[in-house]
Antibody, heavy 118, light 107 residues
Framework: EVQLVESGGGLVQPGASLKVSCVAS????????MSWVRQTPGKTMEWIGD????????KYAPSLKNRFTISRDNAKNTLYLQMTNVRSEDTATYYC???????????WGQGVMVTVSS | DVVLTQSPATLSVTPGERISLSCRAS??????LHWYQQKPNESPRLLIK???QSISGIPSRFSASGSGTDFTLSINGVEFEDLSVYYC?????????FGAGTKLELK
């Protein structure tokens, strides 16, 4: 069974940086594109971006591409989301997802909470 | 961006009834429309892919239809465990977008 386990969330001050991680198991990590999606406290779902299976290509939501960076380490079966200059509106639960053909998010992690506050 | 409008926002249901949820796209997404279920305090899970294709392990009472801009998710005989929020998501164009969700609650 595919498992995705996020970590690295917490309380962070406005303007700071934070990197969250997602460890994958149960399938060949390097075969799949991966995605990050976030859910605000009001339950709004927002796509953050995708990364190609070999890490050579990324796509981002236009509103986030200047501050967020997605990367991966296939040797460690790990996906990353680097957030910089965070704002209060970045407060959300961040989900790591496996991306399948047709932009299907077929597996989701349990999520990691990020709270931006002074 | 493609805007997905889900209706109703909340639906009060009685166990055993058949219900339908709507998702309308601001422009055609073909059949690149997927449905997710999020139970309270859980992560979303994939329910239906490509507008109408079933997912292994999902109960057969869930079905869906549509193409272009109008999509419907149906539950034939709602069960208590179906009380969740249902989201639609389009994968036809970037940025991939989600609807605001429909919450099923007990009548």
């Amino acid at each position: 069974e595919v498992q995705l386990v996020e970590s690295g969330g917490g309380l962070v001050q406005p303007g700071a940086s934070l990197k969250v991680s997602c460890v994958a198991s149960g399938s060949t990590f390097s075969d799949y594109w991966m995605s990050w999606v976030r859910q605000t406290p009001g339950k709004t779902m927002e796509w953050i971006g995708d990364i190609k299976y070999d890490g050579s290509y990324t796509k981002y939501a236009p509103s986030l591409k200047n501050r967020f960076t997605i990367s991966r380490d296939n040797a460690k079966n790990t996906l990353y989301l680097q957030m910089t200059n965070v704002r209060s509106e970045d407060t959300a639960t961040y989900y790591c997802c496996r991306l399948n053909i047709g932009t299907i998010l077929d597996y989701w992690g349990q999520g990691v909470m990020v709270t931006v506050s002074s | 961006d493609v805007v997905l409008t889900q209706s109703p926002a909340t639906l009060s249901v009685t166990p055993g009834e058949r219900i339908s949820l709507s998702c309308r796209a601001s422009e055609s997404v073909g059949t690149y429309l997927h449905w997710y279920q999020q139970k309270p305090n859980e992560s979303p899970r994939l329910l239906i892919k490509f507008a109408s294709q079933s997912i292994s392990g999902i109960p057969s009472r869930f079905s869906a239809s549509g193409s272009g801009t109008d999509f419907t998710l149906s539950i034939n005989g709602v069960e208590f465990e179906d009380l969740s929020v249902y989201y639609c998501q389009q994968g036809d164009s970037l940025p991939h977008t989600f609807g605001a969700g429909t919450k099923l609650e007990l009548k």
